[in-house]
């Protein structure tokens, strides 16, 4: 039961314009939301968050959108780099009824900036 | 002020042999977390210890998986007569406050089951 899914296994923009990365979600209990960037033979490493209070949070060239009601989150990078270049993992979590929180994550997608 | 360590990068075992995997938490991160990426997969969760108490193990396998993580000492996840669907990347990742959300995570150690 794959409740975090990032449908699109790869994308490939150019050096210069947007990338917008997108997340689908099923659990509607989630409320905090993760963007991880992982390079290879390397762990993942925190990218931007939100909270479903929110509908969007930006960091710099990093912006994160949450529509709650299609469940669905999207990563714009712009202007995109070839540093971009790398796996992007979409993450969810829920406040569990006991227990800790656990990181759920999506299948991940291969983002490669063409200079 | 190093980040989490993970030992070895790469591990080969034959089938039937055991695999240890050591994780070293940030300074001061007394909250460990074990993940497993499965080729083309994403990470999926299988423990989450406080030091001396594993307090989440719900993505753990029955059989052949443990984890420990000792008042003194690294986190070691011990896997059991080794099958090749082992054969994975697992990462680990430590936090302040024991909220998932504010881990950071390894480099990963890579297994492989020859």
């Known amino acids: 039961d794959q409740q975090v899914k990032q449908n699109s296994p790869s994308l490939s923009v150019q050096e210069g314009r947007i990338s917008i990365l997108n997340c689908d979600y099923t659990n509607s209990m989630f409320d905090y939301f993760l963007w991880y960037k992982k390079y290879p033979a390397e762990g993942p490493t925190f990218l931007i968050s939100?909270?479903?209070?929110?509908d969007k949070n930006e960091d710099g060239r990093f912006t994160v959108f949450l529509n709650k009601s299609a469940k669905h989150l999207s990563l714009h990078i712009v202007p995109s780099q070839p540093g971009d270049s790398a796996v992007y993992f979409c993450a969810a979590s829920a406040a569990p009824i006991q227990g800790a929180q656990k990181l759920v994550f999506g299948q991940g997608t291969r983002l490669t900036i063409n200079p | 002020n190093a980040g989490v360590m993970q030992n070895p990068r790469h591990l080969v075992r034959r089938r039937g042999q055991e695999a240890r995997l050591r994780c070293s938490p940030m300074k001061g991160h007394s909250h460990v977390y074990w993940y497993r990426q499965l080729p083309e997969e994403g990470l999926k969760f299988m423990v989450y210890l406080q030091k001396e108490n594993i307090i989440d193990e719900s993505g753990m396998p029955k059989e052949r998986f443990s984890a420990e993580f000792p008042k003194e000492g690294p986190s070691i996840l011990r896997i059991q007569q080794v099958v090749r669907g082992d054969s994975a990347a697992y990462f680990c990742?430590?936090?302040?406050?024991?909220?998932?959300?504010?881990?950071?995570f390894g480099q990963g150690t890579r297994l492989t089951v020859v």
């Open positions: 990742a430590s936090s302040l406050k024991g909220l998932n959300t504010e881990a950071f």
């Open positions: 939100i909270s479903s209070i929110k």
